[in-house]
Structures are given as structure tokens and as C-alpha cells.
């Protein structure tokens, strides 16, 4: 016979007693795990959210980038094609080249020795990158009664301090023509067909689309021979300058340079539709990027909001759990002092008895609080249980958002899981101790002469 | 001297005015002795036995068990001096009622080092001496009032006290049942102890080497029964 035995005994007599400590326990267990559990499945819903939020914003801002540097990349792209095709640029004429004449005529007809651009080429000039001379003129196409200008080219003219650079401009081979789309429209050629021009066979080796200039009713052919059926020999009318890097405030630097190697011309800056595509391409890359930092900042400010949003939920979860809970164990720990009383009152006869038989304080006692811990050691394992069912429950409301993984690699629910079962029975030892000690204190005497 | 009860006075506060329960009480026990305490109902029998059993604690006078003075040690040094030396039975039983008879007589074992095995052999032996081994694992709602009041005597013999103190052992009892426990308290006195009873019922006088009347708190007589009057 020991002390256990007569506990186990006597809760076997008095299951309801047990089982009513047993269940205020685990009411109270439960409600703390329940309120850790649903603010770990909460606060890992809140990360879950937030982390998704944070790729879609990071995603739909990485596009909006991507846009951006596309959109830089076409600008640029665009420049150097229009560059190429229309020249981003200045103009070398004679200085006696009347300038209304070129501009309302599109023709000019002053003359420059071809050997300028040789000695342009071989001067160290800093300031252009290519050299395209070329004769421009107006005439009748006898042989098909249209009017066409005619340019002859000669192709790029390398400058022989720089090195020869990838030629921008390839020149019109001898024998060769290219077409303006009206022209050929008027014509009826097509590439390989061959036209004569003042006696001359050329053969069509490009057809150009419709620019909508007077490209359209130009026809390019070799400079040599534009210069022979023009009777220009050894004359252009124009040194075209590319990559000239010439807006802004360094024309008159350019102005400068040239005239001093070309003594006599003028240079002109032909504004070109290059610049101003690049201006809507700049204006289009800068719309892009406000509409990037738009959607950043609209994308964060989301993101902040969904922040305060979780959070706010989760202040409300822990007022709440801050209120439950205490009022929960506080209840139970009454609960559990109260039927320990109760069970001190049904049992008095026998304690009285006991006593008189010898039992020591600290025996009576040990009677009592063995039973009270087996209510907290069983009844916090219980409560573990049930409140990690409740918490994980009402803490998703779709299963799978939580995981016991997940739950259990937050450090505040693991240790709680372990703590809490300890605590109850420690709590529940605690509610027990007036009442045992009440008894065990009791005169057997009275409790003898009572009964 | 197995039992001293010298000049003892208890009084208990109550109210309009106190109760003298016992006034003047002295009652010496040897070893083999059986004195029987008769009186009617409030005339501090109870009182008495409580007192010398080192649960009440008298207004004065003195109490000495085997030559020791209980009121002079600590509760649970008394309690387990009550353990080695005093047998207790009542008119309840008193008896632990989610045990069965085998955990009831071993449970002052509780209160004594003595080894498992020896106990309860010792356990065995009573529940045979008083007739219960068919009962041995019946819980007292089970048992009779004459088997409750044996599993009583079996488990206040246990520890093997020198004085057993009982308190109207046979007032809810059958006369069989009755005769019985009279029988085995006398018994235990011819082995060597000493028996103390505080009764009314008449037949005690039969079993009792001196039965002492108590009337008022007050002993009013006593009536020593000479050897060869015992049946």
C-alpha cells in the first residue's frame, strides 16, 4: 500500500470529480494553445501574404522595367536606323549657295571642288564622323518625260586619322541605280530592270519604300557618273557630315572647324525627323519610366496597406487572446480549487481517519496534490491537443495554408507546447494547495467528533 | 503502565455557555487489561477516548501512552506515534470506502517504514484471523456492518499497537456480530495489550476486567471484576 495506490484508487471512485478537473484543465490549456496557435497560423499567413504580394508587386515592377529598357533600347536602335537613312547631320555648301534656293527648290546650284572632301578627310578634324560628298540636281527625264532629282554619291568618305570605321552609307555602284518609290511607280520598273538616264543604261539595284519626301521622286547613281551626265566633272554641291553629334551648343564649334580647313563653304545643321523621333522615343522611354515608378510606388502603397491590413487582424486576434485567455485559466484555477475543496469536504471522514491512523501532513497533502498534478499533466496534454485542433482550425480557412511544419518552426508554439502542460500542472498543484493544506491540517479530533 | 490518564479536564467553548465534557478524569491501563467506559450519551465518553488517544488534547491534566507523553510532540511526530502504539475502532468503521478489505487493513502501513512483504503478511494473517479472506477484494459498501467492523479490528491490529481505543465498537452491530468483537478485543488484551472501550452497550461489562461509569464528566463509579468471574 502506498500513497499513489490510494490516489488511484480514489480517482477511480470519484471518476466525475477527476474528469471535472480534468476537462476544466484542458478548457484552459486548450484556450492558450488555441490563441498561440491561431496567432503562429495567423502570423504565417501574414508572411505567406505578404511574401506574394511582395513577388507580384517585385514581378509587375521587374516588367514595367523590362518595358523600360526596352522601350530605351528600340529609342536607340531607332536613332541609329533614322541616323543611317536620314542622316542626323550637317551640310557643307559653298558659301555662295543660296540658301532659299535649296530649301524652296530642294536643288542647289552652286559648286564645290570634289578635293574638299579629300581634304576634309585627311585634315584632323574631331568634330564629324562620316563624309558623304554628293551632286543634287533637278532635271527632266527625257527618256520617261518625268522630272527627277538626281544625286550622285560617291559613298562614305573615310577620315584617315580615325581609321576606317564600319562605312554607314555603302556608295551606288557604277552602272547601278537607286529608285525613289514614286519614280518607279512611274516607271513600272522593278529591281534588275535596266533605264537609260541622258543616253546612259542603269540598272535598277534597289527600290526604295515611299518616305514621303522628295526621296520619292529621287533616283540615286554612282558620283562619277552623275558627274558626266551632269557635266559636273571633278564638282559637288554638298559634303553631307554624319554622327556629327552637332545639337546644341557645339555647332558653332563645328562651323568653326570646318571653315577653317574648307575655307569658303557654309555649314548648315539640317534638323532631321531623326531628332524628333528621338525626342518622342525620349519622351516615350520617360513616360515608361514614370509609369514604372508609378506602379512601384503603387505596388508598395498596396503592399503597405495589405501590411496594416494583417496587422490590424492580428492585433485584434492577440486583444482577444489577451483577454480570453487569462479570464480562461483564471477560471479554471478556481474551478480546480473549488473541486478540490469539494473533494476535501467529501473526503474529511476519511482524511480524519487517516490521521488517526498515522498519516503525516505532508502525506495527506502528497494525496491531494498527487491527484491535482495528474489532472494538470493530463488534463494540459488534453488541452494541448484540442487547442492545437481549435487554433490550426480557425486559423486557416483553408487547410492547407498551415502545416503542422510550419506551426510547430515557429519557437513560440513549440516551447508553449511543452511549457503548457507543465504549467497546468503546476497551476493546477497551486489551486489544490490551500485546500490540501486546509485538510491535512484539519483536527482528526473534530472530524472524528463530527461524524 | 500501558495507559495514564491523570486528573484530566476538557472543556469545549459553546455558547450560551461552555461544556464541560470531562472534569477530573483519571484511568491507569496495564498490558492485559480491558476496561470498558459506560455512560449515557454526553456524558464525555468520546471525549475520553479522543483525549487518550492523542487526538484531543486536554485543558489539563496529564496522558502518558507506554510512559510518553503525545501532547508533547509535534502533530506529525504524534501522528506517528499514534501509528506504532494506539489501534483505533469506531461505531463507523471509518473505513476508507474506495479501498477494498485488503487496502483498508494495510493502509496504516502508510504511516509506518516497515517493509511491504511484511506488512503484508501480516495483512494476510488478519483477514483470515477475522474470517474476511472471501471478502479481501470487496470495497466496505460491500461488506456487512459485522465484516466492516472485523476489517476495522484487522486493520487496527496491523502495525501491532500495545493499546487498542474503541469507541462503540458494537453500536452498529448485530448481537452475533456484536459478541464477536467483544470477543476478539478481549482476546487482544489476553495476548498482552491493553483495550480501552467506551460503550453502552451492557455486554462489555462480561468482557471487561473494569468498567468505569461516567456520568456528567465525571467518574461516578467503578466495578472491578475478579478473575474468576471471567467466563
Same mark, same amino acid.
Given at each position: 500500500?502506498?500513497?499513489?495506490?490510494?490516489?488511484?484508487?480514489?480517482?477511480?471512485?470519484?471518476?466525475?470529480?477527476?474528469?471535472?478537473?480534468?476537462?476544466?484543465?484542458?478548457?484552459?490549456?486548450?484556450?492558450?494553445? =488555441?490563441?498561440? #496557435?491561431?496567432? #503562429?497560423?495567423?502570423?504565417?499567413?501574414?508572411?505567406?501574404?505578404?511574401?506574394?504580394?511582395?513577388?507580384?508587386?517585385?514581378? $509587375?515592377?521587374?516588367? %514595367?522595367?523590362?518595358?523600360?529598357?526596352?522601350?530605351?533600347?528600340?529609342?536607340?536602335?531607332?536613332?541609329?536606323?533614322?541616323?543611317?537613312?536620314?542622316?542626323?547631320?550637317?551640310?557643307?555648301?559653298?558659301?555662295?549657295?543660296?540658301?532659299?534656293?535649296?530649301?524652296?527648290?530642294?536643288?542647289?546650284?552652286?559648286?564645290?571642288?570634289?578635293?574638299?572632301?579629300?581634304?576634309?578627310?585627311?585634315?584632323?578634324?574631331? #568634330?564629324?564622323?562620316?563624309?558623304?560628298?554628293?551632286?543634287?540636281?533637278?532635271?527632266?527625264?527625257?527618256?520617261?518625260?518625268?522630272?527627277?532629282?538626281?544625286?550622285?554619291?560617291?559613298?562614305?568618305?573615310?577620315?584617315?586619322?580615325?581609321?576606317?570605321?564600319?562605312?554607314?552609307?555603302?556608295?551606288?555602284?557604277?552602272?547601278?541605280?537607286?529608285?525613289?518609290?514614286?519614280?518607279?511607280?512611274?516607271?513600272?520598273? %522593278?529591281?534588275?530592270?535596266?533605264?537609260?538616264? %541622258?543616253?546612259?543604261?542603269?540598272?535598277?539595284?534597289?527600290?526604295?519604300?515611299? +518616305?514621303?519626301?522628295?526621296?520619292?521622286?529621287?533616283?540615286?547613281?554612282?558620283? &562619277?557618273?552623275?558627274?558626266?551626265?551632269?557635266?559636273?566633272?571633278?564638282?559637288?554641291?554638298?559634303?553631307?557630315?554624319?554622327?556629327?553629334?552637332?545639337?546644341?551648343?557645339?555647332?558653332?564649334?563645328?562651323?568653326?572647324?570646318?571653315? =577653317?580647313?574648307?575655307?569658303?563653304?557654309?555649314?548648315? *545643321?539640317?534638323?532631321?525627323? &531623326?531628332?524628333?523621333?528621338?525626342? $518622342?522615343?525620349?519622351?516615350? %522611354?520617360?513616360?515608361?519610366?514614370?509609369?514604372?515608378?508609378?506602379?512601384?510606388?503603387?505596388? *508598395?502603397?498596396?503592399?503597405?496597406?495589405?501590411? $496594416?491590413?494583417?496587422?490590424?487582424?492580428?492585433?485584434?486576434?492577440?486583444?482577444?487572446?489577451?483577454?480570453?485567455?487569462?479570464?480562461?485559466?483564471?477560471?479554471?484555477?478556481?474551478?480546480?480549487?473549488?473541486?478540490?475543496?469539494?473533494?476535501?469536504?467529501?473526503? $474529511?471522514?476519511?482524511?480524519?481517519?487517516?490521521?488517526?491512523? =498515522?498519516?503525516? #501532513?505532508?502525506?495527506?497533502?502528497?494525496?491531494?496534490?498527487?491527484?491535482?498534478?495528474?489532472?494538470?499533466?493530463? =488534463?494540459?496534454?488534453?488541452?494541448?491537443?484540442?487547442?492545437?485542433?481549435?487554433?490550426?482550425?480557425?486559423?486557416?480557412?483553408?487547410?492547407?495554408?498551415?502545416?503542422?511544419?510550419?506551426?510547430?518552426?515557429?519557437?513560440?508554439?513549440?516551447?508553449?507546447?511543452?511549457?503548457?502542460?507543465?504549467?497546468?500542472?503546476?497551476?493546477?498543484?497551486?489551486?489544490?494547495?490551500?485546500?490540501?493544506?486546509?485538510? &491535512? +491540517?484539519?483536527?482528526?479530533?473534530?472530524?472524528?467528533?463530527?461524524? | 503502565?500501558?495507559?495514564?490518564?491523570?486528573? @484530566?479536564?476538557?472543556?469545549?467553548?459553546?455558547?450560551?455557555?461552555?461544556?464541560?465534557?470531562?472534569?477530573?478524569?483519571? @484511568?491507569?491501563?496495564?498490558?492485559?487489561?480491558?476496561?470498558?467506559?459506560?455512560?449515557?450519551?454526553?456524558?464525555?465518553?468520546?471525549?475520553?477516548?479522543?483525549?487518550?488517544?492523542?487526538?484531543?488534547?486536554?485543558?489539563?491534566?496529564?496522558?502518558? @501512552?507506554?510512559?510518553?507523553?503525545?501532547?508533547?510532540?509535534?502533530?506529525?511526530?504524534?501522528?506517528?506515534?499514534?501509528?506504532?502504539? @494506539?489501534?483505533?475502532?469506531?461505531?463507523?468503521?471509518?473505513?476508507?470506502?474506495?479501498?477494498?478489505?485488503?487496502?483498508?487493513?494495510?493502509?496504516?502501513?502508510?504511516?509506518?517504514?516497515?517493509?511491504?512483504?511484511?506488512?503484508?503478511?501480516?495483512?494476510?494473517?488478519?483477514?483470515?484471523?477475522?474470517?474476511?479472506?472471501?471478502?479481501?477484494?470487496?470495497?466496505?459498501?460491500?461488506?456487512?456492518?459485522?465484516?466492516?467492523?472485523?476489517?476495522?479490528? !484487522?486493520?487496527?491490529?496491523?502495525?501491532?499497537?500495545?493499546?487498542?481505543?474503541?469507541?462503540?465498537?458494537?453500536?452498529?452491530?448485530?448481537?452475533?456480530?456484536?459478541? !464477536?468483537?467483544?470477543?476478539?478485543?478481549?482476546?487482544?488484551?489476553?495476548?498482552?495489550? !491493553?483495550?480501552?472501550?467506551?460503550?453502552?452497550?451492557?455486554?462489555?461489562?462480561?468482557?471487561?476486567?473494569?468498567?468505569?461509569?461516567?456520568?456528567?464528566?465525571?467518574?461516578?463509579?467503578?466495578?472491578?471484576?475478579?478473575?474468576?468471574?471471567?467466563?
Amino acid at each position: 500500500m502506498n500513497v499513489r495506490r490510494l490516489v488511484v484508487r480514489e480517482i477511480k471512485h470519484r471518476k466525475l470529480n477527476f474528469l471535472l478537473g480534468l476537462l476544466s484543465v484542458a478548457v484552459a490549456v486548450a484556450s492558450l494553445v =488555441g490563441a498561440q #496557435t491561431l496567432l #503562429t497560423a495567423d502570423g504565417i499567413i501574414t508572411a505567406r501574404l505578404l511574401n506574394a504580394k511582395e513577388a507580384e508587386v517585385e514581378k $509587375s515592377v521587374a516588367e %514595367k522595367k523590362a518595358v523600360v529598357q526596352q522601350t530605351g533600347k528600340e529609342l536607340q536602335d531607332m536613332i541609329r536606323k533614322q541616323m543611317l537613312g536620314l542622316g542626323f547631320n550637317v551640310l557643307i555648301l559653298p558659301e555662295s549657295q543660296s540658301l532659299s534656293e535649296l530649301h524652296l527648290n530642294g536643288s542647289m546650284s552652286a559648286t564645290m571642288p570634289e578635293e574638299y572632301v579629300d581634304r576634309l578627310a585627311n585634315s584632323n578634324i574631331v #568634330t564629324v564622323s562620316h563624309l558623304l560628298p554628293s551632286i543634287t540636281k533637278r532635271i527632266s527625264w527625257e527618256e520617261h518625260d518625268v522630272e527627277v532629282v538626281v544625286v550622285g554619291t560617291r559613298g562614305e568618305v573615310p577620315i584617315q586619322h580615325r581609321g576606317m570605321k564600319k562605312p554607314l552609307l555603302a556608295e551606288v555602284a557604277a552602272g547601278k541605280m537607286v529608285v525613289g518609290r514614286q519614280i518607279q511607280q512611274q516607271l513600272d520598273v %522593278k529591281e534588275g530592270d535596266t533605264v537609260q538616264l %541622258k543616253g546612259r543604261e542603269f540598272t535598277v539595284s534597289k527600290i526604295h519604300a515611299e +518616305r514621303g519626301s522628295v526621296d520619292d521622286v529621287t533616283v540615286w547613281i554612282n558620283l &562619277a557618273e552623275a558627274q558626266e551626265i551632269l557635266g559636273m566633272q571633278n564638282l559637288i554641291h554638298a559634303i553631307l557630315a554624319l554622327e556629327c553629334g552637332c545639337s546644341g551648343d557645339r555647332i558653332s564649334q563645328i562651323r568653326a572647324e570646318i571653315v =577653317g580647313i574648307l575655307p569658303g563653304t557654309q555649314v548648315i *545643321e539640317r534638323y532631321s525627323q &531623326a531628332l524628333t523621333r528621338a525626342e $518622342s522615343r525620349a519622351k516615350a %522611354k520617360a513616360s515608361a519610366e514614370k509609369a514604372y515608378q508609378q506602379a512601384k510606388e503603387a505596388g *508598395e502603397e498596396q503592399l503597405a496597406l495589405e501590411r $496594416s491590413s494583417r496587422q490590424d487582424l492580428e492585433d485584434r486576434h492577440s486583444g482577444f487572446a489577451a483577454i480570453l485567455v487569462p479570464l480562461v485559466v483564471l477560471g479554471s484555477i478556481v474551478t480546480i480549487g473549488l473541486l478540490a475543496f469539494v473533494n476535501s469536504r467529501q473526503r $474529511s471522514q476519511e482524511i480524519g481517519i487517516l490521521r488517526a491512523i =498515522g498519516l503525516s #501532513t505532508q502525506q495527506l497533502m502528497l494525496v491531494f496534490l498527487i491527484k491535482a498534478a495528474a489532472i494538470g499533466l493530463f =488534463g494540459g496534454i488534453a488541452g494541448v491537443c484540442a487547442g492545437l485542433m481549435v487554433g490550426r482550425l480557425l486559423g486557416s480557412a483553408q487547410p492547407d495554408m498551415t502545416n503542422w511544419n510550419d506551426l510547430f518552426a515557429s519557437g513560440n508554439l513549440g516551447d508553449m507546447l511543452v511549457m503548457a502542460p507543465l504549467a497546468a500542472l503546476l497551476l493546477s498543484g497551486l489551486a489544490s494547495w490551500l485546500p490540501a493544506l486546509l485538510v &491535512a +491540517r484539519q483536527d482528526p479530533a473534530v472530524i472524528l467528533q463530527r461524524e | 503502565m500501558m495507559l495514564r490518564l491523570e486528573h @484530566i479536564c476538557k472543556t469545549y467553548a459553546a455558547k450560551p455557555k461552555p461544556v464541560h465534557a470531562i472534569n477530573d478524569v483519571s @484511568i491507569n491501563l496495564d498490558a492485559g487489561e480491558f476496561v470498558a467506559v459506560q455512560g449515557p450519551s454526553g456524558c464525555g465518553k468520546s471525549t475520553v477516548l479522543l483525549t487518550a488517544g492523542g487526538l484531543l488534547k486536554p485543558d489539563s491534566g496529564e496522558v502518558l @501512552i507506554a510512559g510518553e507523553n503525545p501532547y508533547a510532540l509535534s502533530p506529525d511526530a504524534r501522528a506517528a506515534f499514534r501509528a506504532r502504539s @494506539i489501534g483505533f475502532v469506531f461505531q463507523q468503521f471509518y473505513l476508507v470506502p474506495y479501498l477494498d478489505v485488503m487496502d483498508n487493513v494495510l493502509s496504516p502501513a502508510l504511516a509506518s517504514a516497515e517493509s511491504h512483504e511484511d506488512v503484508r503478511q501480516r495483512a494476510e494473517q488478519l483477514i483470515e484471523h477475522f474470517g474476511l479472506t472471501h471478502r479481501r477484494h470487496h470495497v466496505p459498501g460491500e461488506l456487512s456492518s459485522g465484516e466492516r467492523q472485523r476489517t476495522a479490528l !484487522a486493520r487496527a491490529l496491523l502495525n501491532q499497537p500495545q493499546l487498542i481505543l474503541a469507541d462503540e465498537p458494537t453500536g452498529n452491530l448485530d448481537h452475533e456480530s456484536a459478541e !464477536a468483537v467483544l470477543g476478539y478485543l478481549q482476546e487482544f488484551a489476553e495476548s498482552g495489550g !491493553a483495550v480501552l472501550m467506551v460503550t453502552h452497550d451492557d455486554r462489555a461489562v462480561r468482557f471487561a476486567q473494569l468498567t468505569i461509569d461516567l456520568y456528567d464528566g465525571r467518574i461516578s463509579s467503578r466495578m472491578d471484576r475478579s478473575p474468576d468471574q471471567f467466563s
